[in-house]
């Protein structure tokens, strides 16, 4: 439809290197349906921009309802552009700027439509099918450019993808002569055994009752059709009404299994059925789904071969969306499928062979109810087949998944558990990480409750039963903990904390506990990197502002402070934690002064403690002589200059000749601290270039973390009920029971290397991990944290060198006992005897 002048709106389109943008107006429908780009390029006279974007810009499209898959600008029998030419190839394979039109298009259609609108001035539009590589149907409009001359102007051609509304088209005109079809087939029998009982064998009784027989056949054959097709229209009619019900979807195939055990024998045939397996309750119509399954197995018995058998199989897996779904596969072992057939089985009255499926006494509709009763359901229905091997039925529907502590708790599952946290490998250049936020998890322990309110708020979701709630009013951790003393120095795969508790307890605090060992033990390393890099440097945490959230700023300053920062400029960090405070000024408090000399005197007098000048709001230069100037006035007033701060700029370039005025000046003792963008990198360069800077204020790349802004860490169950367990997918294996880490120091006192063991197999070193928590209370006094600060500062003095010296790629040994390889082989063998039939 041509486009109403009262819904237009111009859009960008998309550009060439820096060819012009072009503005084209399209309808809001249009918009609604459609993303579509052109490019301009100069013709051969030079057309200047502007008048390509006033000749576009009268210029009406002429599309129809659905996606325009590409658009492309023609003028003096060139291509002018072809943005976007996905799924074309077969119509241009070369379509390219400057490519000849006949060349470039292999459409004779399209051509003449193309040499018409040059001719008339006037739109043209053509359809035309394409059989290569799949038969396709598609219609193009050429519409000339307004502004140009005839025969000479600029043509813009747009395709438009008519296969699936003609599908549509044929699909509904099968559908009514497939319906027509199978209804009259019937009925004519009927009539025609009607005819018969009247005439001839009207006084013949064994030919009454074997046509009876058969009219009965054809009459029921007659209502399973209708009766099909009256479900397909409820379904269709209800398809956006999801079903809100919980069912149990193993107890349904199981039912329909035992219900077609009879007909499965009168065709020779076996139905293996699912044995008893874990609940998948999925939100569904019940009968429906019972309809599904149904013609599912009475299909597959279908073309079963004789003496074979059916096999039913319940599992349960990952969708295309990450989530959990039930999947339930029924296979047959009959001749198969050709791979042309498999598309179409869902569309209604497809049938791979007609005479088979009607002396079957199908009706063609049964993968088609399927179909859509899976969707309604949220589903999906997949098929496999080999010719030869039989096929194979998938339907897919969404798990709904139980609260996983009820569920535990309704199972009885409540023996205790054994989880361990741990970081899998380390990020990119990391050699190593500090354990950090344990004091976090314990308090947590110490205070899990769960409030009225909460309760009231958790039972009126309609999720969670009486008794589950129940359970959690009078909910407190009970287990024990043990772990790496916060401050230790460790490595990929080693246990940082373990938790032992009942197991609803010990996996209701998972993610918490990651949350706070993650976090600080990213941030430490983070900080613990830069203070390797800047030995003898002051660091300070600046990076609150661009913290992921106030708390993640005050632990940030916690976990640099742990590392071996001097301090932060989060004041209730010091409240929380006693870290010591460093303030400065902003460049905002020097602007709202008219002169800068008086702002650093306004300040100095405000904050005479450790008082630290901004000098480069504007100048620097002339603000550190601003700073040699009033220095004298400030010492009479009994405040001194502690340093001053740079925050932009060449940090190396300008803090050499900032020195160089302040040791003319006399301020010798006035250091120069330096911030803005700086991670450990910046500080090795700027240190090896020995520029004059004293200390560092630290941001976003330390409270980010930015270049490793999360650990590949996990929280994974390492035994249940006295049994070791272990994960064995693949590139995330774990290794089984309590475990223990060893580290063995070298004769220069540097650490040599660690073994991972199990917790009873003692290996030379020192053990690394103690016991800090039991029963839910906590085994003597918290540490301070200027105590773990120096635990802190030891592991960093005994790194390895390279490590030390942040060398890419420098590692550290981390050995697995041989007890825990053997006791690793023993669980794969338990597990390997459990599964297999």
């Known amino acids: 439809a041509a486009m109403s002048p009262n819904h237009h709106k111009t859009i960008a389109c998309s550009t060439f290197a820096s060819r012009p943008h072009v503005r084209v107006r399209l309808s809001q429908p249009a918009r609604s349906l459609m993303t579509w780009g052109v490019t301009a390029t100069h013709d051969s006279a030079n057309l200047r921009h502007a008048r390509w974007r006033v000749a576009l810009r009268r210029t009406r499209l002429v599309l129809v309802a659905a996606a325009v898959a590409f658009g492309a600008l023609w003028m003096l029998g060139t291509i002018a552009a072809a943005p976007a030419l996905v799924g074309f190839a077969a119509i241009a394979p070369a379509l390219r700027p400057g490519e000849s039109v006949s060349l470039g298009l292999r459409v004779p259609e399209v051509l003449d439509a193309i040499r018409n609108t040059r001719a008339s001035g006037m739109s043209q539009r053509t359809e035309f099918l394409q059989r290569v590589p799949l038969e396709r149907w598609y219609e193009a409009v050429a519409t000339p450019i307004s502004g140009s001359a005839p025969k000479r102007g600029l043509v813009l051609l747009a395709f438009h993808d008519l296969t699936p509304l003609r599908r549509v088209e044929e699909m509904r005109a099968d559908f009514v002569a497939n319906a027509s079809h199978e209804l009259r087939t019937p009925l004519a029998a009927l009539l025609g055994f009607i005819d018969t009982l009247r005439g001839p064998a009207r006084e013949d009784p064994a030919a009454r009752e074997r046509f009876l027989g058969i009219m009965q056949a054809q009459a029921d054959r007659m209502a399973r059709l209708i009766d099909d097709l009256l479900s397909l229209s409820r379904i269709e009619l209800n398809a956006h009404l999801r079903p809100e019900k919980e069912v149990d979807l193993g107890a349904i195939v199981r039912q329909v299994s035992d219900a077609l055990q009879t ?44 003496g074979k058998r059916v096999e039913l199989e319940l599992s349960r897996g990952e969708g295309a969306d990450g989530k959990a779904e039930a999947r339930v596969a029924v296979r047959d072992h009959g001749p198969g499928i050709a791979p042309e057939h498999l598309p179409r089985l869902t569309e209604r009255f497809y049938r791979v062979d007609v005479t088979e499926s009607r002396a079957q006494g199908g009706t063609g509709l049964g993968l088609a109810l399927v179909k859509h009763i899976l969707n309604r359901h949220g589903g999906r229905l997949t098929i496999e087949s080999v010719l030869g091997q039989g096929a194979t039925f998938t339907a897919h529907l969404p798990l709904v998944e139980p609260p996983r502590l009820q569920a535990y708790l309704d199972r009885g599952e409540t023996k205790a558990a054994v989880f361990e946290f741990f970081v899998r490998k380390l990020p990119r250049d990391r050699g190593f990480l500090i354990a950090a936020g344990l004091e976090q998890v314990l308090g947590f322990l110490e205070q899990l409750r769960f409030t009225r309110e909460e309760l009231d708020w958790l039972g009126n979701t309609g999720r969670f039963g009486k008794n589950f709630l129940d359970h959690l009013a009078d909910l407190r951790f009970t287990g024990d903990v043990h772990a790496m003393p916060e401050g230790t120095v460790f490595f990929a795969n080693e246990p940082i904390l373990r938790v032992t508790a009942p197991l609803p307890q010990a996996q209701l605090v998972e993610t918490r506990v990651i949350n706070l060992l993650q976090f600080q033990s990213m941030i430490a390393a983070k900080a613990a990197r830069m203070v390797l890099a800047a030995p003898g440097k002051r660091l300070v945490d600046f990076g609150l502002r661009r913290a992921h959230g106030a708390e993640a700023g005050i632990m940030a300053a916690r976990a640099s402070y742990i590392a071996g920062f001097a301090g932060t400029a ?20 020097i602007q709202i002064h008219d002169d800068e000399t008086q702002a650093f005197e306004n300040f100095a007098r405000a904050r005479p403690k450790n008082l630290i ?3 480069d709001t504007y100048d620097t230069e002339a603000a550190a002589r601003k700073v040699v100037a009033l220095a004298p006035k400030l010492k009479a007033a009994g405040i001194s200059i502690a340093g001053v701060r740079l925050d932009s700029g060449d940090l190396i370039a300008l803090s050499n000749r900032v020195r160089r005025i302040l ?10 601290f330096a911030s803005g963008g700086i991670d450990e990198t910046v500080i090795r360069d700027i240190i090896r270039s020995c520029a004059p800077i004293d200390g560092f204020g630290i941001g976003s790349s330390l409270t980010t973390s930015s270049d490793a802004p999360g650990l590949d860490c996990v929280y994974k169950l390492e035994e249940y009920a006295g049994l070791p367990r272990r994960k064995r997918s ?29 917790e009873q197999d003692e290996q030379p070193g020192e053990p690394l991990i103690e016991l800090v928590m039991q029963g839910g209370k906590r085994i003597g006094s918290a540490p301070t944290l200027d105590q773990i600060r120096a635990r802190a500062a030891r592991g960093l003095e005994r790194l390895p060198e390279p490590l030390r010296k942040l060398e890419p790629g420098a590692s550290y040994p981390v050995e697995v006992s041989k007890t825990l390889k053997r006791l690793a082989a023993e669980v794969d063998a338990r597990m390997e005897r459990r599964v297999t039939p």
């Open 570 to 589: 989060t004041v209730l960090a010091d409240k929380r934690f006693g870290i010591p405070i460093f303030g400065t000024m902003a460049h905002s408090y």
């Open 613 to 615: 000048l901004l000098i």
């Open 663 to 672: 040791d003319e000046g006399g301020l010798t003792e006035v250091t120069i």
């Open 730 to 758: 693949a590139g995330k294996e774990t290794w089984p029971g309590r475990k223990q880490v060893w580290r063995r120091l070298g004769g220069d006192g540097r650490m040599a290397g660690d073994v991972l063991s199990l």
């Open 263 to 306: 007909l499965a024998r009168d065709r020779g045939v076996e139905v293996k059925t699912p044995g008893s397996s874990d609940e998948l309750v999925v939100r569904g119509d019940r009968d429906e789904l019972i309809r599904v399954f149904e013609n599912l197995v009475e299909n597959a018995l279908k073309y079963a071969a004789l």
